[in-house]
């Protein structure tokens, strides 16, 4: 089947403007993830959901990102106000429910802020 | 809480000869690990993973690793690289036992020289 889609491929905006990217997990994945990859980086956690339980949004560097995840399958991520500092590439990852199951990773979504 | 250390951000090394890409974690609980590899322009491939068993695992395109837990290590091996496998290497750790999101290390970047 399918792997991890995420779209856009590439994000250009407006400082101040708000974004949404969108994560489009494997069929049948309950686990999700959004990671950042900013230049020379490795990735840093924002969120993960698991089924229908309450997000873990302890890596969320600022109240302006947010996500939601409806009916356990397609994730948004919304930054809203966007600063220069949130240029980077934006990937999203999904996993069966399995301790230490492979995360897939989609492609990622490159965010340039002007 | 968990932290992933790679000594090494770039490494160049001559086509068909050994490489080895260092990496060190610290946990207070046990781990998983794994190796990612990402090519130019695309999302995270699984290379290998440790969950538990024998501490030598192999993975794909003849890529293997040793879990030292004295050392705190899971250094990264290939006997004789080729071109193709110039990229970005990066150590990840997870909670044993969890599907919840990984800690990356910042990646080393393998350049294989003709």
């Known amino acids: 089947g399918a792997g991890v889609s995420q779209s856009p491929s590439n994000k250009v905006t407006e400082k101040g403007k708000d974004v949404e990217l969108r994560c489009d997990p494997i069929s049948g994945h309950t686990a999700l993830y959004w990671y950042r990859q900013s230049l020379g980086q490795g990735l840093e956690f924002l969120i993960y959901f698991q089924g229908n339980s309450a997000p873990d949004k302890s890596g969320l560097p600022s109240d302006r990102f947010s996500a939601e995840r409806t009916g356990g399958s397609v994730s948004t991520l919304t930054i809203q106000r966007t600063q220069q500092e949130d240029s980077a590439v934006y990937l999203c990852?999904?996993?069966?429910?399995?301790?230490?199951?492979?995360?897939?990773f989609g492609p990622g979504t490159r965010l340039t802020v002007t | 809480a968990q932290s992933v250390t790679q000594l090494d951000s770039q490494v160049p090394v001559f086509e068909e000869a050994p490489v080895e890409l260092r990496c060190n974690y610290s946990s207070s609980v046990s781990v998983y690990l794994f190796w990612y590899v990402q090519y130019p322009n695309q999302g995270l491939q699984l290379l290998l993973k440790?969950?538990?068993?024998?501490?030598l695992v192999k993975g794909i395109n003849g890529f293997e690793a040793e879990f030292n837990k004295s050392q705190t290590s899971f250094h990264l091996r290939k006997p004789s690289v080729h071109i193709s496998d110039t990229a970005e290497y990066f150590c990840?750790?997870?909670?044993?036992?969890?599907?919840?999101?990984?800690?990356f290390g910042s990646g080393t970047q393998l350049t294989v020289l003709p």
């Open positions: 990852a999904s996993s069966r429910n399995t301790g230490g199951g492979e995360q897939y």
């Open positions: 440790y969950l538990s068993g024998s501490t």
């Open positions: 990840a750790v997870g909670a044993s036992g969890s599907a919840r999101q990984l800690t």
